[in-house]
């Protein structure tokens, strides 16, 4: 099997589908002759042209609402944010319009469109530029918030994002694309709301998505060291929810770790522990606990910002708790 | 852009102005009707009337094609009407019923009609600019030579989605025009609190390079004239047009402002100067139109409209699961 960085994975989503389907074009700011800010699309617009590879001017709000526009009727665009961070100026076209058109039409309008893009804290970016933006978008019915952890999943999820016929919120990890992993070729479609278990265990569940994955994995491999058995799962897709899995391995393990490198409060890891504890409350053998982003903005300072993220460190004590292990 | 300003001459033939009139009372009807429906509790939410402003989105929907598009903001009974939509599914929507246009989801400011092309009812000022100019881009991408119209009131102007959509537009030549209702107010705001220039074809259209025009609105025919100059321009590949359209709307904002802000007197004027009465007026100078047919055309909208009241009120409600129906086109799954 092919071996390929993250970035060069959703290349080949991208190239792959748009070969595909004509109806299919990218359009942001740098994506077409910079060849993308993070070299996401590098080689596109020699591939297929400027009627399919498009530059855009710094207006995020005026592009989103246009890649909707077009979606509405019939294309199916994918719109780059060269950051998450970026799209908190087009987050009304994202929430009032993507998500909304065909509730308010009562179904006449579908809005095929993926908004893609880097996230998270990339180091020493400040707090303008390190956003996880993924609770936000996660708590608007309507919309599909995906968040790919690993090369393959980075294309096959990208394929089906771009395939879906509903607005699909697709977050990669700046720190990610670089990551190289076996990528299977030509048609590997990994279906939306379906999360994947990245290692099996039977002692605890951590629950983890995107950047977070690689920690919760490093974390689970020393914890295997002393004797604990960390069963890791990927969620892969935030909205919807992969609830089956999550209560499955609760079921088996009475407990749970939500690790993100989201700030907590109202975050993911809320929202996820609400929904194993209204189902499995007499299943759970101690409290759910949560690993995040502490509560404050970025700092630019690289120790600063390296404090606050999810380490194994910090996995490992919460997993000691919910398992009553004195440290 | 001044010699668009001349007296209008004969734009359509006598058919076709005889259904505009008859559409802009169609339109007039409906409000006024839609309103005192609203005063019994019948439609809740926000209501915008359209009344005084029928000849801007008349006299430019007058001359598309079926397979062009139209987009609009929250005052949209009147674009809808004008693009072809019954008034039955507009004004069971009004009642937030299951034959409504939107299928009791969207209300006033949400009218959605696909098969006519009508893409909303947009009520975040200025939101539906940039999906406007994303229709023109398909258009374009496609190789077609449809065009689309967008409206949007004097307000909007104010927005950054319509300066960075427009700018886009531009560049790229899209099929857009762009129609400011300007009818002098953002809500209780009038234009000279509001907006550092007043010709507003400086900021719509010289500060992106398009041709831009101040025209009387509320001439009909002018209003169809100018149109029909941008369509055809942009079915061209000439791109977009910003088209100010001067106009009045008689009634507050929303249904629940008075409009004290505005003097009786610029009222008074507006209302001596009512478009379906000077359009009445033209038609029978020219020989077009007699009182019979007046007579003939205001009873038959009336029916018209008893009848879209009839089919509203004994429409039934949405079922209650239709809460979590068109969410999305894969099956909706609540995060409950």
Not at chain 1, 32 to 61: C, H, N, W
Not at chain 1, 90 to 105: E, F, H, L, P, W
Not at chain 2, 45 to 54: A, L, P, V
Not at chain 2, 200 to 208: E, S
Request: proline share 4%.
């Amino acid at each position: 099997m092919p071996v390929l960085a993250y970035r060069e994975a959703l290349n080949q989503a991208m190239t792959e589908e748009m070969e595909r389907d004509d109806r299919v074009f990218l359009m942001g700011e740098e994506v077409a002759q910079y060849d993308g800010a993070y070299k996401v699309s590098q080689g596109m617009l020699k591939k297929f042209g400027e009627r399919r590879v498009i530059d855009t001017p710094i207006s995020e709000e005026g592009f989103a609402g246009m890649g909707i526009g077009a979606a509405m009727v019939g294309l199916r665009p994918i719109v780059e944010f060269m950051t998450f961070s970026f799209s908190l100026v087009a987050i009304d076209q994202i929430v009032n319009n993507a998500a909304n058109v065909r509730y308010m039409s009562g179904g006449q309008f579908a809005v095929p469109i993926v908004f893609r893009g880097s996230s998270g804290m990339a180091g020493c970016l400040g707090a303008t530029h390190s956003h996880r933006l993924e609770a936000w978008y996660a708590q608007v019915p309507g919309l599909t918030v995906v968040l790919p952890a690993t090369p393959a999943d980075a294309k096959g999820l990208l394929k089906s994002a771009i395939r879906s016929d509903d607005p699909v919120v697709f977050i990669e990890h700046e720190n990610l694309y670089g990551e190289k992993g076996d990528v299977p070729e030509g048609e590997h479609l990994v279906p939306i709301g379906k999360a994947d278990i990245k290692r099996a265990g039977d002692d605890v569940t951590l629950i983890t998505y995107s950047r977070s994955l690689k920690t919760t994995l490093a974390a689970a491999e020393k914890l295997a060291e002393e004797g604990i058995n960390a069963e890791v799962i990927d969620l892969r897709t935030i909205r919807p929810l992969d609830i089956d899995t999550l209560l499955e391995s609760v079921l088996k393990t009475h407990r749970a770790v939500i690790i993100e490198e989201d700030w907590p409060y109202c975050g993911i890891g809320a929202g996820i522990a609400d929904r194993i504890m209204q189902v499995a409350f007499d299943e759970l053998d101690a409290p759910i606990r949560r690993v995040y982003t502490r509560d404050a903005p970025i700092p630019y300072n690289r120790s600063l910002e390296a404090s606050m993220l999810p380490s194994v460190g910090r996995i490992i004590d919460q997993v000691h708790d919910v398992l009553y292990k004195k440290k | 852009m001044s010699q668009l300003q001349t007296e209008a001459k004969p734009a359509v033939s006598r058919n076709q102005a005889l259904g505009w009139l008859r559409q802009m009372m169609t339109i007039r009807r409906f409000e006024e009707r839609a309103e005192m429906m609203y005063q019994k509790q019948k439609i809740g939410g926000f209501f915008h009337q359209y009344s005084g402003q029928e000849p801007v989105a008349v006299g430019s929907i007058g001359v598309l094609r079926e397979d062009d598009y139209v987009i609009t903001a929250y005052r949209d009974h009147g674009h809808a009407l004008a693009r072809g939509m019954e008034a039955k599914p507009a004004m069971a929507e009004l009642l937030g019923k299951a034959t409504g246009c939107s299928q009791g989801k969207g209300g006033s400011m949400h009218f959605f009609d696909a098969e006519k092309g009508f893409l909303g009812g947009h009520a975040i000022v200025g939101s539906h600019i940039p999906l406007a100019a994303g229709v023109a881009l398909a258009i374009k991408y496609r190789g077609g030579d449809q065009v689309c119209l967008c409206y949007f009131g004097d307000g909007a102007i104010n927005q950054g989605a319509f300066h960075e959509a427009l700018n886009m537009a531009a560049m790229w030549k899209l099929p857009v025009i762009y129609i400011v209702e300007n009818n002098r107010y953002a809500m209780g705001t009038s234009l000279e609190r509001s907006s550092a220039v007043l010709d507003l074809t400086i900021r719509g259209a010289t500060a992106y390079g398009i041709p831009g025009v101040s025209i009387n609105g509320n001439d009909i025919e002018l209003m169809a004239r100018t149109t029909r100059e941008a369509v055809n321009r942009a079915r061209n590949g000439e791109g977009p047009t910003f088209i100010d359209a001067q106009t009045y709307r008689y009634k507050g904002h929303s249904i629940s402002d008075p409009a004290k802000y505005r003097l009786k007197e610029e009222l008074d004027e507006a209302f001596r100067n009512d478009p379906i009465i000077n359009y009445q007026n033209l038609l029978k100078e020219r020989g077009w139109l007699n009182d019979e047919t007046i007579e003939r055309f205001t009873e038959e909208v009336k029916r018209e409209i008893e009848e879209s009241i009839a089919f509203a009120e004994e429409s039934p409600e949405p079922e209650l699961d239709a809460v979590f129906q068109h969410i999305s086109v894969a099956p909706h799954i609540p995060q409950e």
